[in-house]
């Protein structure tokens, strides 16, 4: 559904109660994020939401966002309570942005870019820029070194380099291996993280959570998960989360689908539509 209509897609006051609830469970985390299932900014109310959960918390507020409406001054202010902005950038021309990005007609290229240089040079918090990399498309050096001089322009405190790391809609969008993204890090001028997506963390302590199959599905709905990311996204004990899946497929409510990196757990199209719902 692409768009770049901004309106009040999910009533603030439900957000804000689902937040004060979790806080209140004694959750412990490092950042509130600010991301959804589509562009948060497209939520004409986000400005309010920063400022609302800012009242009640003191953990940082992050706005994970593509970066398409940053062209707006009104998308720009909402965004300035943030702690941290992450955006996006993972083309260099206009005919890799159609071809990786997909955008919506009225997004221009040079529009974005231009957007996130004059929110670099307005926002006083902290920038990550995070860049997509495609092999055989935008892991190559010439793509790779025109990205490093769009993301120099732009100015931001690091460049986060990721990859492909669950199933795509696209076979041909493959991960890229990880000595050449160290190779393609010297072409930033900014520090450069890259975002590694295997788990290596224990997670034999885990004790369970209160956690329901509507909130394994909802998780589902937004991507697709491994179970070790569904133990790791709902706080559940492996085995707890093993038999829960089960159940799910028993019922035919997900699916599975075997990727280079892992077995992948997804919604299926009659249960996604009950969680849209």
Not at 25 to 34: A, E, R
Not at 146 to 153: C, F, G, M, R, T
Not at 156 to 161: C, G, H, P
Not at 263 to 277: C, M, P, R, T
Request: aromatic share 6%; glycine share 6%.
């Amino acid at each position: 559904n692409k768009t770049t209509q901004r309106r009040d897609y999910v009533p603030i006051d439900d957000v804000m109660k689902e937040l004060k609830d979790k806080l209140a469970s004694g959750i412990v985390c490092d950042y509130i994020s600010l991301a959804g299932s589509g562009e948060p900014t497209l939520h004409s109310g986000i400005g309010d939401l920063i400022e609302k959960i800012k009242a009640i918390t003191n953990i940082p507020v992050v706005v994970i966002t593509n970066g398409s409406l940053l062209y707006l001054p009104e998308v720009r202010q909402s965004l300035m309570k943030a702690d941290i902005v992450i955006p996006s950038l993972d083309a260099s021309n206009l005919q890799l942005f159609q071809y990786v990005n997909r955008p919506h007609k009225d997004i221009s290229f040079d529009g974005m870019v231009q957007g996130l240089i004059d929110f670099s040079r307005q926002f006083t918090g902290r920038i990550w820029l995070e860049v997509l990399l495609i092999t055989g498309i935008t892991a190559m050096i010439p793509e790779a070194k025109e990205i490093a001089s769009l993301a120099e322009k732009i100015g931001v405190e690091k460049v986060q380099l990721t990859t492909v790391s669950r199933p795509a809609y696209e076979d041909f969008a493959c991960a890229v291996d990880s000595r050449q993204m160290q190779k393609l890090t010297c072409f930033f001028s900014s520090p450069v993280e890259i975002l590694h997506n295997d788990l290596s963390v224990d997670l034999t302590g885990t004790t369970g959570s209160e956690s329901t199959d509507m909130d394994l599905l909802d998780l589902l709905a937004r991507r697709p998960c491994t179970l070790d990311g569904i133990c790791l996204g709902l706080g559940l004990h492996p085995h707890d989360a093993a038999k829960r899946l089960k159940n799910l497929f028993d019922k035919h409510l997900i699916s599975s689908i075997r990727a280079d990196n892992g077995l992948f757990y997804k919604i299926s199209e009659s249960s996604k539509k009950k969680v849209d719902a």
